[in-house]
């Protein structure tokens, strides 16, 4: 896996699409669904998405091969599928005691995005993320200066996406106003600050990642380390929305059990970390 860059899911303005905002892919990556729209779960939903970012797919639907010719359409030529995991269960009579059990299975099977299919009608294609426009929202100018003390470089530019680049070594953000609150935005903005305190020149906790349990345990890190951050500096953590976050990333950690307090040791050093670099206004200005 490339990791190009780290990335916050959220909210779109188009409350029918979730997107992971990244530096590699096209636009909003909506949350990974079935042909019929049932949303994937656990680890098919991180796979997807970190697919559909790599080859910047807009369409949040997937089909088998089947599927796509079931709607009378085709997968274009030359394209790759990606695997996703069915899992499920079965009863069986055990041979020792004659009783049924409950056996439990996984079957692996390819898909393709919608993207990759010539044909689709547009009712199965789904409803690409809306492009960000102005909703007016302000900044804070007490966050602003706390995250510009921490000698993180922010740059703003009107692309859709908020992310941290290892390679470049800044954080992106989209302008405030496109967000649908102030709150939101500087959420967003301590969850990519937690992949900066990552990297090498700082804690060198982001260096090369060989899998995605690796690219899904960082994630972990930036969830909690923004809210322990959030809450030291007046950001009310979302606790809804970054618990079923945080239980996403641990599901496809394949539920192991100690990554939660690994993640949080980590996040807590990366809070610190931001914490003791901002200092106060005082200590600035001296």
């Not at 969830?223 to 809450?231: D, K, R």
Request: proline share 5%; glycine share 8%.
């Amino acid at each position: 896996m490339k990791a190009k860059c780290f990335t916050r899911i959220g909210k779109s303005q188009n409350d029918d699409c979730e997107f992971t905002d990244s530096g590699g892919s096209k636009g909003g990556v909506c949350f990974p669904l079935r042909s019929n729209g049932e949303p994937y779960r656990g680890i098919n939903i991180l796979m997807l998405w970190l697919e559909a970012e790599e080859k910047g797919y807009v369409s949040p639907r997937w089909f088998t091969y089947k599927q796509a010719q079931d709607a009378c359409a085709q997968v274009r030529k030359g394209e790759k599928s990606t695997t996703v995991v069915k899992y499920g269960t079965f009863e069986k009579e055990d041979r020792d005691t004659g009783e049924d059990r409950t056996f439990s299975y996984a079957k692996a099977y390819r898909v393709f995005n919608a993207d990759q299919i010539e044909g689709l009608p547009a009712e199965l294609y789904g409803k690409a993320p809306d492009a960000p426009r102005d909703l007016g929202t302000e900044a804070d100018p007490e966050l602003d200066a706390f995250f510009a003390r921490t000698g993180a470089e922010i740059v703003t530019t009107e692309e859709p996406r908020a992310y941290y680049s290892p390679a470049k070594d800044h954080i992106h953000m989209p302008p405030v106003a496109t967000f649908h609150s102030t709150k939101g935005y500087f959420g967003t903005l301590a969850h990519e600050a937690i992949h900066w305190t990552g990297g090498e020149k700082r804690l060198a906790r982001i260096k090369k990642f060989a899998n995605r349990e690796a690219y899904a345990f960082e994630e972990l890190v930036a969830e909690i380390g923004a809210c322990f951050l959030g809450a030291q500096i007046g950001i009310a953590p979302e606790i809804d929305q970054s618990a079923a976050y945080v239980e996403s990333w641990l599901q496809a950690l394949k539920d192991d059990k100690r990554a939660i307090f690994r993640a949080a040791s980590e996040a807590q050093k990366a809070a610190d970390y931001l914490l003791n670099a901002a200092g106060t206004p005082e200590e600035a200005a001296a």
